[in-house]
């Protein structure tokens, strides 16, 4: 699915496998202006369903109730070279003013939505996330959610204090399939090892009800290896795995020259990595 520039692999249920492109810019289907690289990836991602089976992806998204993030987070212990929140300064600056007692009050006008998110910079670099995890679950909301780098989730006493304040769901962040190639993205030492920990950690608690979901940022150098990462990811026990294309963002340091693969290239090495699984 390729939605505001996201491509998703979702694990097919029994009976099912089904891949649908959306607009990058709107909620229909593939935006016609300017969009030749969309289409063709679209013209070679529809639907393929089993005739047992009439649920799209698509479908199962459309029954989703609304989801809050609430961004708590200020720092991170990753430096990636693509990330959206390059800005530190200001994140920060916003994360400030986030406090306990603000997040409070959003939680109070956002009583009953379907999930709540806690998410912006690195979550778990919070030391009072446990308790705003809690207060999430006590707002009535079906689900609570955590995006993270899954590198503290490494810690098997920290994640089970997360889950008995109420965590749900979580989205962890890998960008490559080994050390180097992770570990070069992320501009961190020591990270590739934290967040597979991190992410075999949570597939213990799946069969209890936690869902483990993960991101990958698409770049020219993890293109080539998205067979391998999925394989891995399956292996590992994960439901759901996103794939998202890199977005323009201003960056202190500068750009990103020669990491932004063409929509072409997504499309291809989409389809190769569609093609190898079983």
């Known amino acids: 699915i390729v939605k505001r520039g996201v491509m998703r692999f979702f694990r ?9 492109c959306r607009g990058r810019f709107s909620g229909r289907s593939v935006q016609r202006r300017g969009a030749s690289a969309r289409q063709a990836l679209c013209s070679q991602a529809m639907p393929v369903m089993d005739d047992a089976s009439r649920t799209t992806v698509v479908d ?28 530190r300064a200001s994140r920060a600056r916003a994360a400030k003013r986030m406090t306990a007692a603000r997040v409070r009050e959003l939680l109070a006008a956002q009583r009953g939505v379907e999930e709540v998110c806690c998410a912006s910079g690195e979550p778990t670099m919070r030391p009072e996330l446990g308790l705003l995890v809690r207060w999430a679950r006590e707002s009535g909301c079906a689900r609570v959610s955590l995006m993270t780098n899954g590198r503290r989730l490494a810690y098997a006493p920290y994640l089970a204090s997360l889950v008995d304040a109420g965590l749900r769901r979580v989205y962890v962040s890998i960008h490559g399939d ?18 597979v920990a991190g992410l075999r950690n949570v597939a213990k608690l799946v069969s209890g009800g936690m869902e483990l979901h993960t991101t990958t940022v698409l770049t020219t150098r993890n293109l080539g290896r998205l067979c391998e990462l999925r394989e891995q990811l399956e292996q590992m026990g994960v439901g759901q795995a996103v794939f998202t294309a890199m977005q323009l963002a201003p960056r202190p340091e500068g750009g990103v020259s020669g990491l932004m693969p063409r929509y072409r290239e997504i499309r291809e090495a989409f389809a190769r990595m569609i093609a190898a699984m079983p």
């Open 60 to 87: 199962r998204m459309r029954g989703q109730g609304a989801r809050v993030h609430v961004p708590i987070g200020g720092e991170c212990n990753n430096y990636c070279l693509f990330c959206m929140e390059a800005d």
């Open 178 to 195: 080994h050390r180097a190639l992770h570990e070069g993205l992320t501009r961190a030492p020591g990270s590739f090892e934290q967040t």
């Open 12 to 20: 097919p249920r029994e009976h099912e496998r089904s891949v649908r």
